[in-house]
Nanobody, 120 residues
């Protein structure tokens, strides 16, 4: 099994920055991607940023230029640096890992989330 633990959320003012962290633990055969999604009250969960095994990054248009995702493979960790935060960035942010538990079994996993609140 895979467990994901997020940290770094909190209350900030608009224009400030936050850095979210996620550490993966457990056992797996190969990680395909790690990244971040968010869900605001009354809205669907949406992509924020992902990094694939080759280091390629994918960002939502709404955060492009303001957020930077990074990975530390040695620490099984993924990070999200968020700058120039806006009120609309407020949400529960979830860490996501997609990968193979064995050569033939692929699955996706979620953390419990970390809350980001932005005051304007």
């Amino acid at each position: 099994q895979v467990q994901l633990a997020e940290s770094g959320g909190g209350l900030v003012q608009a224009g400030e920055s936050l850095r979210l962290s996620c550490v993966a633990s457990g056992t797996w055969f190969r990680i395909v991607s790690m990244g971040w999604y968010r869900q605001a009250p009354g809205k669907q969960r949406e992509l924020v940023a992902t990094i694939n095994a080759g280091g390629g990054r994918n960002y939502a248009d709404s955060v492009q230029g303001r957020c930077t995702a990074s990975r530390d493979n040695a620490k099984n960790s993924v990070y999200l640096q968020m700058d120039s935060l806006k009120a609309e960035d407020a949400a529960n942010y979830y860490c996501n890992l997609r990968g193979y538990l064995n050569p033939t079994s692929w699955d996706g996993y979620w953390g419990r989330g970390t809350q980001v609140t932005v005051s304007s």
